[in-house]
DNA sequence: TGAACTTAGTTGAAGCCTAAACTATTCCGG
DNA sequence: CCGGAATAGTTTAGGCTTCAACTAAGTTCA
């Protein structure tokens, strides 16, 4: 079968978007860093915990929302945990389950972050494109997780209220 | 001054977009692994090294195309060197200057894995999308890489010829 | 009950990336 | 021509990620 190339302009869309995500993500990161002492992935974990019932999840909770492989969970929130960002807490009803617990440390730093953090995603993303635009992400991106990961969407990506 | 935070609309594309994102990178990096033993940024590199005049590119030429850091490129190009991707030749103009120049494996190279990758990147994006939702993912990249990195945009970003 | 299988999570080694310091060369002003 | 500043690229160490192998606990089914 002869391969089907992209053309000119999913080309420009294909390349567009490596080199913006690459220097968004540089960005984010960096800022996180520079400012708070967090990475992005330990930062979007401090977000998933500090919405979870208790502000504990599951290990393989963790794993799967922010889609990450379970191993690489082990050790960030190992390193988390040094940090006194989170708690390790043995899962009763299953002797298998670990939950990482945010501790009051980890909320206060996540609060004191998250303004410099939105302020980097709007400076770098949304306030620099349009209404319908980013309403265009949403579809492309949801459409992208979907397929490759369907049936695991994030609870906010198909509910609207928070 | 208070927190502009995002509203839902901008939460869903912010996340859709990280979800997505680490999911399509992974899943590209994996195919070209998996099949031609390439990582996603080594390939990236090819590509650059492919297009270029002579098939060779100075070190900060590289860098700046895929926006790696300058000390990655060194990293990336040594170990592709050694898979014998590349030669490094210096650079007689400018003695402190190398060229990365593609050899006749690494173009092989290159050619064997294009399809598969092709494949992979239609697969998981573009074939998933709409025309006119492409060109809105290729705005919202142009606006965001020209806001993070002014003045240094890919040159089929901005000229409609290959 | 118990053997086989699955799932949860961890571990350790190897590879990749970052950051900062470093070498070598070129550029610029006097 | 010389000295200082800037540029090109490399190096090294340390941190992060991946991979494969591993432990431990739960599940299934005869």
Chains 1, 2 share one sequence.
Request: with cysteine; hydrophobic share 40%; aromatic share 4%.
């Amino acid at each position: 079968m002869p391969t089907n190339w992209l053309d000119v302009e999913q080309q420009r869309a294909w390349r567009a978007y490596i080199v913006g995500t690459t220097l968004l993500l540089e960005r984010l990161d960096r800022d996180l860093r520079e400012s708070h002492g967090l990475s992005l992935p330990e930062y979007e974990i401090l977000v998933r915990l500090s919405e979870a019932p208790e502000r504990r999840l599951r290990m393989a909770e963790i794993a799967d929302s922010v889609k990450n492989s379970r191993s690489r969970i082990t050790h960030t929130v190992a390193r988390m945990e040094r940090a006194g960002l989170v708690d390790r807490v043995q899962c009763t009803s299953d002797g298998r389950g670990v939950y990482a617990h945010l501790t009051d440390t980890g909320h206060q730093r996540l609060v004191d972050a998250a303004p410099c953090h939105v302020a980097s995603v709007r400076a770098a993303l949304i306030d620099v494109v349009a209404k319908d635009e980013l309403a265009a992400l949403t579809r492309v991106f949801t459409a992208v997780a979907d397929g490759l990961s369907p049936g695991t969407r994030d609870p906010i990506l198909t509910a609207v209220s928070s």
